[in-house]
């Protein structure tokens, strides 16, 4: 699946050629978000490696931000696989619209294999949410659907810049299941 901006094609405006910096946490979801129009930046689900990495990123190289990648399920009614498009993003008492629609073709292409597509608050972690416990208490307060580990970073930094940003997220697990421990360290400083 490839992502797009919504205003690509505007007739009245010329198309932007600079990319969209889509920022991910493993290799893998790195490997799906490449393509043409696109400049990807792993974290290795590693907050401090993606805060470091966007320091000496250049702003002015891109057109928006895109947070893209698996998250845990926060709202109980979500499944492994469903998608949730991000409304807007939290992390304490911040709080980031998401400023940049995707294209409902692409959003469309993600439901692919009928897969459930929700719109919905994500919100920002700096470490992995494994226990069902912690899920729960995070939902209750923030109301969030899902929750991952880049998408408030780059929130804050396309709102830091003037850029537009999205989010799309997969939910990896759902809100009932705790993980395994060794899901905090499972993750190689590679992102694989």
């Not at 993606?50 to 320091?55: A, D, F, I, N, P």
Request: hydrophobic fraction near 45%; charge should be positive; aromatic fraction near 4%.
């Amino acid at each position: 699946m490839k992502l797009g901006m919504g205003d690509e094609t505007s007739a009245d405006r010329p198309i932007d050629p600079r990319p969209v910096l889509v920022v991910t946490g493993l290799v893998q979801e790195a490997r799906i978000a490449a393509g043409p129009g696109m400049m990807v930046i792993c974290s290795s689900s590693d907050p401090k490696q993606l805060r470091s990495l966007l320091t000496v990123f250049d702003p002015t190289s891109i057109r928006g931000v895109v947070s893209f990648g698996v998250a845990g399920g926060l709202d109980p009614s979500l499944k492994a696989g469903d998608i949730v498009v991000a409304t807007e993003v939290t992390a304490g008492d911040a709080r980031w619209l998401s400023g940049m629609s995707l294209r409902e073709e692409h959003i469309a292409r993600a439901a692919l294999k009928k897969r459930r597509v929700v719109r919905g608050v994500l919100a920002g972690a700096e470490e992995v949410v494994v226990a069902q416990a912690r899920k729960a208490a995070l939902r209750m307060k923030t109301g969030a659907a899902a929750v991952d580990m880049e998408s408030h970073i780059a929130a804050a930094y396309a709102a830091e810049y003037g850029l537009p940003f999205a989010a799309l997220r997969v939910i990896s697990d759902p809100a009932h299941r705790t993980l395994p421990s060794l899901a905090k360290d499972a993750i190689k400083p590679n992102g694989a």
